[in-house]
């Protein structure tokens, strides 16, 4: 389905006390990298890393030591900072980059085909790359193909064939686990699954019977009993309850296990599928897109591992491409336009989206019932885990010509990466690709981002010799808890703090008493966020009522004119596409103004654009099925 979000939520907060001085607000705080509560997980800041790009979309990464393996549809790849078609170098659907530093490797084995999917070896001494490639360097590799972590070569002795899309990789032990839309593997029949030896590439027992649709995604249990599988298949060895989407197997036979939240989800055939599973100790985190009849689920889902039980569920409608746990925290990417059933963003029109939602692992409250209408499933009652305020703003590609940005996520202790067909991040040129970093080695230089006449005081004179100072909160993409500061003539007469976030900006006010009948006094806001980063708003004037003061009246003052933000003022209520600033490119031409996105449609059922059910672009000679 499709797109919306953003809600006129009230949150605040707000301690200090000064005589005559009062001030409204409520609310509780959300995770950041700062929260205010210790409780509340920290996120990773919102700070766009330098990354290295490309010029088409990734579809997969892994991460192996200090090193990111990406695999897409792509031809070159550039520096951070350089333009399209600046600086570029030969990267054929799979490359490499420094993960500490974002600068492109050496890596460059050049597939003819699409790589949709990437997994490493236990020791990290290899990968494992699957797609739709027939060559590598000019050597034949059908669909699947290995390489060294430590030299970059392909590997000579590993070599088994599919005759169809490759779409997900798994390893645990000596065994590598494969997914996709194939019907044989190596020669032998073997419906969308199949596994082979780690070294010596030979097909191993485990399949299942899977007659339609593909696998889109697996994962395998920390002590590789079982794969747990996912995609558009209806029914896996004959059941369908689990079985339709969804599927755990024995990851000796194939053979079907209990996977409880397969009755639940059921999402699947030509309208819906499940599209990631990822996993760790604490269990699977699996998303899915619904575009119809026979589907139901659009979000993120936490399911056990003993017999896969729904822990969480979140259903933010908009489809759901990737998600990855990290710590206590979940990330996902989308295009997320409603999450207020789970005490989120709700719909706005036009039609806004955050593509980078970030959420408790641990459930924290129940799903309220649905009420956008349409088919959407109703999950009230379920477990549900908390937003957290994780920001930054990705926007859309056009290379898949699907209207999306971030399509895949992978994650360690310390970085966070995005992949897909976005080309800007955080108002600033880069494609494809970006990291985000935790706090302590991040610039932590995402402040305050309303500035100017969007962060300017409404006064009045509610009462003799008094001045009420009224604003909309201001808002930054990693940090829920700002500090404001009120301005009278120049001077700092107010300190307080607020919460919110780009969907949600409490109006906060205070009344400054004890001012002089007659005198004009000038207004002014300052936002600062708990690392520094301060933006100042205009200011305002009004003339006080009243009797004036027998003392002399202070001096009417007009401040400074702030300095703005580096990135310029958002409009408030609108989802956060502003001009952007191009980012710095070795080459002295400019870079070219971007233009807005375009509006999409209102229709809240309006057809989806979805992927596409295989990839198509190089004639590979088929294996027969045996």
């Not at 085909?113 to 990437?118: N, P, Q």
């Not at 619904?290 to 689920?297: E, L, Q, T």
């Not at 649905?370 to 088919?375: A, F, I, K, L």
Request: net charge neutral.
């Amino acid at each position: 389905m499709l797109w919306r979000f953003r809600s006129p939520v009230t949150a605040l907060v707000a301690p200090a006390v000064l005589v005559g001085a009062i001030f409204t607000g409520t609310g509780a705080a959300q995770a950041d990298t700062s929260p205010p509560s210790a409780s509340t997980p920290k996120t990773v800041a919102a700070d766009a890393l330098p990354t290295a790009q490309i010029n088409g979309v990734v579809w997969s990464q892994v991460i192996v030591g200090n090193t990111v393996y990406v695999g897409g549809e792509f031809t070159r790849a550039r520096p951070a900072g350089a333009s399209a078609g600046t600086s570029e170098v030969s990267r054929n659907n799979l490359m490499a980059y420094n993960l500490s530093t974002g600068v492109m490797t050496s890596f460059n084995p050049s597939l003819n085909g699409v790589v949709r999917a990437i997994t490493a070896s236990p020791d990290g001494s290899r990968i494992y790359v699957g797609g739709g490639f027939s060559t590598v360097g000019g050597v034949a590799r059908t669909r699947l193909a290995a390489f060294s972590t430590a030299t970059g070569a392909l590997l000579t002795d590993w070599k088994p064939t599919a005759n169809g899309t490759v779409r997900a990789l798994g390893v645990f032990g000596s065994t590598v686990y494969a997914g996709g839309s194939f019907t044989s593997a190596s020669g032998q029949s073997r419906q969308k699954a199949a596994s082979f030896n780690s070294s010596t590439g030979a097909l191993g027992a485990w399949k299942g019977t899977i007659p339609d649709g593909a696998v889109n995604a697996l994962t395998v249990s920390p002590n590789g009993d079982r794969v747990v599988i996912g995609g558009s298949f209806t029914s896996y060895n004959g059941a369908t309850t689990p079985g339709y989407g969804m599927a755990a197997t024995d990851s000796s036979t194939g053979a079907g296990m209990t996977w409880n939240i397969g009755k639940l989800i059921k999402n699947a055939g030509p309208n819906g599928a499940i599209l990631s599973l990822t996993s760790d100790a604490d269990g699977v985190y699996g998303t899915g897109y619904d575009y119809g009849p026979g589907a139901m689920f659009e979000g993120t889902f936490r399911a056990s591992w003993s017999s896969g039980n729904t822990v969480w569920i979140e259903d933010c409608h908009g489809d759901t491409y990737s998600a990855v746990p990290v710590g206590d925290v979940v990330y996902t990417t989308a295009h997320a336009h409603f999450c207020g059933n789970i005490g989120g963003f709700g719909e706005t029109n036009p039609r806004s989206y955050h593509r980078t939602l970030t959420f408790t692992k641990a459930p924290t409250g129940t799903i309220t019932r649905n009420v956008t209408g349409g088919s959407y499933f109703n999950f009230e009652g379920k477990p549900r885990p908390t937003l957290l305020a994780f920001y930054p703003d990705i926007n859309t590609g056009t290379y898949t010509g699907q209207g999306q940005g971030p399509w895949n996520l992978a994650a360690n202790s310390q970085y966070v990466l995005y992949g897909g067909e976005f080309t800007i991040v955080n108002n600033k040129r880069q494609q494809g690709l970006v990291r985000f970093a935790v706090s302590s080695i991040a610039p932590n230089k995402e402040g305050p981002k309303a500035t100017g006449s969007n962060f300017q005081p409404t006064l009045s004179t509610p009462s003799a010799n008094s001045v009420k100072v009224t604003w909309k909160s201001n808002y930054d993409r990693d940090n829920e808890q700002l500090t404001y500061q009120v301005l009278r003539n120049g001077v700092v007469v107010r300190t307080q703090t607020g919460l919110s976030v780009d969907w949600k900006r409490p109006t906060i006010s205070w009344t400054d008493t004890g001012r002089s009948g007659g005198t004009t006094y000038t207004y002014q806001l300052r936002a600062t966020d708990p690392f520094g980063n301060t933006v100042t708003g205009t200011s305002a004037g009004i003339k006080a009522t009243g009797a004036a003061n027998k003392t002399a009246p202070d001096a009417t003052i007009t401040p400074d004119v702030p300095t703005n933000a580096p990135d310029q003022t958002l409009t408030p209520e609108v989802a956060p596409v502003p001009d952007v600033v191009p980012a710095p490119a070795p080459a002295p031409a400019p870079v070219p103004e971007v233009k807005p996105e375009p509006v999409l449609p209102q229709d809240p059922r309006a057809p989806e654009l979805k992927p596409a059910p295989d990839d198509t672009l190089l004639p590979i000679p088929e294996v027969p099925a045996a």
